[in-house]
């Protein structure tokens, strides 16, 4: 049996979960077997049986505190694991997955392939591609504890959808206690915009822009395309964008379908950031800007008369669909 950690935030499924249990159904499928998720929350039962539609048999409801606690959600998935007698289980390398995996992988005494780009290439012994070295190579990971798990990288595994309904059943773990606990003091919500650790577009700028003033094409071009905003560290450093903005080695790590970076030269601290993203696409007056050689498509221009003039051949596309 394979089984599937699904995140959820306030009461709705993240899109990793999909990705998730879509990627566990097709290694299930590999290993003739089935797919068991377990969810901890308050998600609907109606969305706990739609995880069917992606390949999941049965889902375990974990009722509990929806506030991250790495621990507690580390034993519950182990309850769950040794309920189902899984010897797979599998969860998003998000950072919630960061948190709960390792913590998950001493209870269950198992191997962790943490950042996985791609199915496993073997189930025996099991062997899963990752990247390695600032994602500028890539390493094949052995496990070979006869529980494994491994940790999806969000966007590397695409969703599928199919038909079908999962039963519901309300788990009690025998033991979820930690010996530890976290206190939320504050919680800051982004309302209508597109989360950067989940988007699939992102629209970056970088000191290029002169001025936080300037940002407002940059943000009417992610509204086009339905992407999140984004920002280097200099940019964050000094004001202009939240530091939730920064990508980056030392920000937040994305693997957007689409990352287009405006006025952003490229710095290597940058790039480990961003570069799992399948396509990039930079915008920079200096050509000899360091992320034109790591970029799939490149513009040199002024970024205030390219973007104005991409913004609007955007609407047109958009408006002619």
Not at 12 to 41: D, H, M, P, Q, R
Not at 291 to 316: M, S, T
Request: hydrophobic fraction near 40%.
């Amino acid at each position: 049996m394979v089984l599937v950690y699904t995140e959820s935030w306030e009461g709705k499924f993240k899109k990793a979960t999909f990705e998730a249990v879509s990627y566990a159904a097709e290694v299930a499928k590999k290993l003739g077997t089935g797919v068991v998720a377990v969810s901890i929350g308050n998600v609907s039962p109606d969305d706990l049986a739609a995880l069917g539609k992606y390949g999941a048999t049965k889902v375990l409801s974990a009722k509990g505190d929806t506030t991250l606690q790495p621990g507690s959600w580390a034993a519950i998935i182990a309850g769950a694991a040794q309920k189902e007698n899984a010897k797979l289980v599998i969860l998003s390398h998000t950072y919630t997955g960061k948190s709960v995996a390792p913590r998950l992988a001493v209870r269950l005494k198992a191997g962790l392939a943490a950042g996985a780009v791609q199915l496993p290439s073997s189930l025996s012994p099991l062997t899963v591609r990752k990247k390695c070295f600032s994602n500028k190579g890539f390493t094949d990971v052995t496990v070979s504890t006869p529980v494994a798990l491994i940790a999806i990288t969000p966007n590397s595994y695409q969703v599928n959808t199919g038909s079908g309904t999962a039963a519901v059943e309300e788990f009690n773990p025998p033991d979820s206690s930690t010996g530890g606990s976290l206190t939320c003091k504050e919680t800051k919500k982004a309302t209508g915009k597109v989360a950067l650790t989940e988007a699939e577009i992102v629209v970056s700028g970088g000191r290029g822009m002169k001025d936080p003033a300037n940002w407002g094409m940059l943000e009417e071009m992610a509204g086009i395309l339905g992407a999140a905003t984004a920002c280097s560290k200099p940019v964050a450093d000094i004001g202009w964008r939240p530091h939730h903005e920064h990508v980056g080695q030392t920000g937040i790590t994305i693997g957007a379908n689409l990352y287009i970076a405006v006025g952003i030269s490229g710095a290597i601290q940058h790039l480990a950031g961003v570069s799992s993203s399948k396509v990039m696409v930079v915008i920079n007056s200096d050509k000899e800007a360091p992320f034109f050689k790591a970029a799939d498509y490149g513009i040199v221009g002024d970024a205030f008369e390219v973007v104005p003039r991409l913004n609007a051949a955007l609407k047109k596309l958009k408006s002619s669909s």
